[in-house]
């Protein structure tokens, strides 16, 4: 079945530092979608990208679907203490009748902490 | 706007019991996924439904499990007779109808079931 690889899987920030992860897939994705999730809560969307090549921005943050369909990166510019938490990275594979598929695949997750 | 709802938040069950998980989705959306996440892990999908029908079910166990969206009312996660293994947060999504933002999913806070 289809997989994303999510790196890096963990990694510490420090305020004020620029952070970014991406995604892999041995898959075409016709979506690709980053959410955020704090301990015990659900994921939030933060965005979501529908085009190859195309770059979408959500405040500091900017996120890319690549441009072969099978990649996306997130970067977090400017941290803040609050952008801890885990990211994951998700997409859409494309149905047979064109749209999406309905599922979405995750990654397993980044990590992201501040530095001791 | 409220959010996609879940309930009971966290739930205990003993070994043999049935577990039901509700899921509200948010107001105009008509399509609902349930999706589990294990400890350290991204989230799996089981299920995905529209108002009475099963659209996907390739992630779901094929026993013991079973999803409904009815006409009226939330959709339900039923497991029946559960198992160690089946202790996991399940989070439930909804997106709209078909076109434009479709593909983007909205996650509830989760249920988080222990058995024991």
């Known amino acids: 079945g289809q997989q994303l690889n999510q790196s890096p899987q963990s990694m510490f920030i420090q305020e004020g530092e620029d952070v970014s992860m991406n995604c892999t897939s041995s898959?075409?994705?016709?979506?690709w979608l980053w959410y955020k999730q704090d301990p015990g809560e659900g994921p939030v969307l933060l965005i979501a990208?529908?085009?190859?090549?195309e770059l979408t921005s959500n405040g500091r943050l900017t996120a890319q679907f690549g441009i072969t369909r099978k990649d996306s990166f997130l970067n977090i510019s400017a941290s803040i203490p609050s952008d801890v938490g885990i990211y994951f990275c998700a997409g859409s594979v494309m149905a047979d009748y064109g749209g999406s598929q309905g599922n979405l695949i995750f990654g397993k997750g980044t990590k992201l902490s501040v530095k001791p | 706007n409220a959010g996609v709802m879940q309930n009971p938040r966290h739930l205990v069950r003993r070994r043999g019991q049935e577990a039901r998980l509700r899921c509200s989705p948010m107001?105009?959306?008509?399509?609902v996924y349930w999706y589990r996440q294990l400890p350290e892990e991204g989230l799996k999908f089981m299920v995905y439904?529209?108002?009475?029908?099963?659209?996907?079910e390739s992630g779901m166990p094929k026993e013991r499990f079973s999803a409904e969206f009815p006409k009226e009312g939330p959709s339900i996660l039923r497991i029946q007779q559960v198992v160690r293994g089946d202790s996991a947060a399940y989070f439930c999504?909804?997106?709209?109808?078909?076109?434009?933002?479709?593909?983007?999913?909205?996650f509830g806070p989760g249920t988080r079931l222990t058995v024991t």
């Open positions: 999504a909804s997106s709209p109808p078909f076109g434009g933002s479709s593909y983007e999913q909205y």
């Open positions: 107001k105009g959306h008509s399509h």
């Open positions: 439904l529209q108002k009475e029908n099963i659209i996907d």
């Open positions: 898959s075409i994705f016709n979506t």
């Open positions: 990208l529908y085009k190859a090549g």
